[in-house]
């Protein structure tokens, strides 16, 4: 067993990480579990967290007194480790839960609330959402009171009382739900650890007893079980024999990594009535690659997305455009599947996505006039054929030669043409939309692992994906894309040529806002949080999709996976911007190069 297991599974205590030495700290602290002692992040000789090391009877609680409460225990904010917690309030459906809703001083004994934070892009949130019932039905589970905080919604963006009734679906036996968009209890964690983040409170002294970063089932009834018996003084359950499938995974690991299947058709496309035609997937191929639409002659969406290498270019920032951009060109192959378009997310649609290089100065620099003569006059039958029938341009005065929100030219217009205008370019990029939906990945040595043959993965390669769960991946890449599809601070370096850190899903929310062709979002603008946020990129075809980060600035994997482990650049860093999040996780840099023998398997490869 690896010492990261020890970190971030079994003990979750800032220890270090050891490598083959992991098996043998692993057995010792299985040891000092079974013996009742708790884990510290007190380093060696240094006193530990309120005796938390031996057994012990509590002689009556003074909080109770004639068998009537004294009132909530005196608390310091934030709250730490084995302190009491101050009477935090949360906001629930139904109004305020605050901490002191579960204090009972004069129970007979203790219980333990636990609070598990978590949020709705999180996979590993999820899995433990939907395994309640698990805990719930342990021999443990009759002495706990659940309450679950909701961080953020599936974009990230913070948590709201409308978004609970979501979030409360997702729980297989919900109790209470409230928002902590806060993280208010975030102090009590020590060290940078994955989601979720599960506090156990006391409930008759409301101290906080303990914390785990994404444990694994067994860990969790272990630990719980643990602190019971430390409250009520009696030997502490032994520790557990491991149940691990392929000597590696947990069972919450194997779940999620068997829901990374390979990606089938994409969602339906409600904005779009040909999303799915044949004859517009024939008519969005040709104009994908037809350089006639851009006024220099020799720009195509192929020329950034080269079919001939996946869809991608293999360049930092793409130059193939009339000049070099800002920020690195994602493979296309499974946009279909994507909430978000681009980076910064200013696309709400795929179709509008497609729309967004033909009038960008940097890449195809054409305008929607320009597109659409040129794609009547070259494409009218094809486009007939899948839109009925072909708008007359051809009067000069009425329809010029080129021009696009605030040329003068388009200003002029009345608003009539402009509409007819409009009208046939977003159905020109729900064309390109419709040849895009038809891509497919292919499959790779993990989809053959995941499907049975544990042969398909050599050892470094399954030590690789062990790590990948380990150093908390799977919080933000799960599913059959491993993408959460929301939007994230990462501290990965910019591209843009101006060496400015790139501000990320704080502008591209505006410019989505701003967009004629965007679909209603009620309630969204941009907040702090945003700065310096970008997409979560799918894995699918990573191998093949450097250099890597928005920026393109990464040259290797082992690139990406150091920079991952340090949590980013540091703040400071005038290349980067915004603040990364508590929850990811920091790790050894050798903990980061074990992943690379995995991250080389997503090989990809795509057929049209």
């Known amino acids: 067993m690896m010492a990261a297991d020890m970190h971030r599974e079994n003990c979750r205590c800032a220890l270090p990480r050891m490598g083959l030495a992991g098996l043998a700290l692993t057995i010792v602290v299985g040891v000092l579990f079974a013996l009742g002692v708790a884990c510290s992040d007190s380093p060696p000789g240094a006193p530990g967290p309120a005796d938390a090391g031996s057994p012990r009877v509590e002689a009556g609680n003074p909080l109770c007194v004639d068998g009537k409460s004294t009132g909530y225990p005196a608390a310091k904010a934030p709250p730490e480790l084995m302190e009491t917690s101050p009477d935090l309030s949360f906001q629930g459906a139904d109004g305020p839960i605050a901490l002191h809703d579960y204090f009972e001083p004069c129970a007979a004994r203790s219980r333990l609330l636990v609070v598990r934070i978590g949020a709705a892009w999180c996979g590993t949130c999820l899995w433990h959402l939907k395994h309640t019932t698990d805990t719930k039905n342990s021999s443990v589970g009759a002495r706990l009171q659940w309450l679950d905080l909701q961080l953020a919604d599936r974009d990230n963006k913070p948590a709201t009382v409308a978004d609970l009734p979501a979030y409360r679906a997702l729980i297989d036996a919900p109790e209470a739900v409230a928002v902590d968009p806060a993280f208010q209890l975030s102090s009590v964690d020590p060290v940078r650890g994955s989601l979720p983040f599960i506090v156990l409170i006391d409930t008759r002294t409301m101290r906080v007893r303990s914390y785990l970063h994404d444990p694994d089932p067994q860990a969790l009834e272990l630990r719980i079980g643990?602190?019971?018996?430390?409250?009520?003084?009696?030997?502490?359950?032994?520790?557990?024999?491991?149940?691990?499938?392929?000597?590696?995974?947990?069972?919450?690991?194997?779940?999620?990594?068997?829901?990374?299947?390979?990606?089938?058709?994409?969602?339906?496309d409600p904005t779009n009535a040909v999303a799915d035609q044949p004859a517009a997937a024939a008519l969005g191929k040709a104009l994908f690659s037809d350089t006639r639409l851009s006024p220099s002659g020799r720009v195509s969406c192929a020329s950034c997305h080269d079919p001939a290498k996946s869809f991608q270019d293999g360049v930092p920032q793409s130059t193939a455009g009339i000049s070099t951009v800002d920020r690195n060109s994602p493979p296309i192959a499974l946009a279909a599947h994507a909430r978000w378009q681009f980076w910064d997310g200013r696309a709400d649609t795929l179709w509008m996505q497609a729309l967004g290089p033909f009038e960008d100065a940097k890449?195809?620099?054409?305008?929607?006039?320009?597109?659409?003569?040129?794609?009547?006059?070259?494409?009218?039958?094809?486009?007939?054929?899948?839109?009925?029938?072909?708008?007359?341009?051809?009067?000069?005065?009425?329809?010029?030669?080129?021009?696009?929100?605030?040329?003068?030219?388009?200003?002029?217009?009345?608003?009539?043409?402009?509409t007819t205008v409009n009208a046939v370019f977003v159905n020109l990029g729900k064309a390109i939309a419709a040849y895009e939906r038809t891509l497919r990945v292919k499959p790779t040595k993990f989809d053959a692992y995941v499907a049975g043959d544990l042969t398909a993965l050599d050892t470094p390669q399954k030590q690789g994906l062990h790590a990948f769960f380990v150093n908390g991946c799977a919080q933000c890449h799960w599913g059959p894309r491993f993408t959460n599809d929301a939007f994230h601070p990462d501290g990965y370096p910019t591209g843009r040529q101006d060496g400015a850190a790139d501000r990320g899903r704080i502008d591209g929310i505006a410019q989505l806002l701003a967009s004629e062709f965007a679909q209603p979002h009620p309630g969204l603008v941009a907040r702090p949080r945003d700065l310096g946020s970008f997409k979560t990129p799918t894995l699918r075809g990573l191998a093949a999709s450097g250099p890597y980060g928005h920026g393109g600035t990464l040259a290797t994997l082992q690139d990406v996976v150091r920079v991952y482990g340090t949590a980013g650049l540091p703040a400071s860093d005038p290349r980067t911007t915004g603040t990364t999040e508590p929850w990811l996780p920091q790790f050894a840099r050798i903990h980061a190069d074990d992943m690379v023998p995995f991250l080389e398997v997503l090989t990809g490869g795509v057929t049209e």
């Open 363 to 418: 890449e195809i620099a054409s305008t929607r006039l320009f597109v659409v003569h040129a794609a009547l006059r070259d494409h009218a039958a094809a486009f007939g054929a899948v839109f009925g029938a072909v708008p007359d341009l051809s009067d000069a005065a009425r329809f010029p030669a080129a021009g696009k929100p605030g040329d003068a030219a388009w200003q002029a217009m009345q608003a009539a043409d402009q």
């Open 226 to 268: 643990q602190e019971l018996a430390l409250l009520d003084g009696v030997k502490p359950p032994p520790y557990p024999v491991e149940r691990r499938f392929d000597d590696l995974f947990f069972q919450n690991q194997w779940d999620l990594l068997h829901d990374m299947t390979l990606p089938a058709a994409p969602p339906p």
